[in-house]
């Protein structure tokens, strides 16, 4: 059997047979992508994730690594959050 570990955002459902979504981490995923996309630094993302109470899946606090390595599955998710209502909702105003 192969092990591999639950992506972030996704639980093990009901089931145990299937993904499904996660709330709490994709509200954390929102507010990561928000603040890349204002070109925020890590380290100040991290901070305020930890102010407002999240922590990492293991209970840690964030800090500037934990939200860079947290970049590939942002990257992997970022299609679904953009066309996401939560995101319309709280989307930075950017000026291009």
């Not at 630094?41 to 990492?56: D, H, S, V, W």
Request: proline content about 7%.
């Amino acid at each position: 059997p192969v092990n591999e570990s639950v992506p972030y955002g996704l639980r093990v459902g009901t089931d145990c047979q299937t993904l499904e979504p996660d709330a709490g981490e994709l509200r954390t995923m929102l507010y990561m992508l928000k603040g890349i996309v204002e070109d925020r630094p890590f380290g100040e993302i991290a901070k305020e994730l930890n102010a407002a109470g999240n922590t990492t899946r293991t209970g840690g606090e964030w800090n500037q690594t934990t939200v860079f390595h947290m970049l590939p599955r942002l990257i992997e998710v970022a299609p679904g959050i953009f066309n996401s209502d939560d995101w319309r909702a709280t989307k930075p105003h950017l000026q291009l």
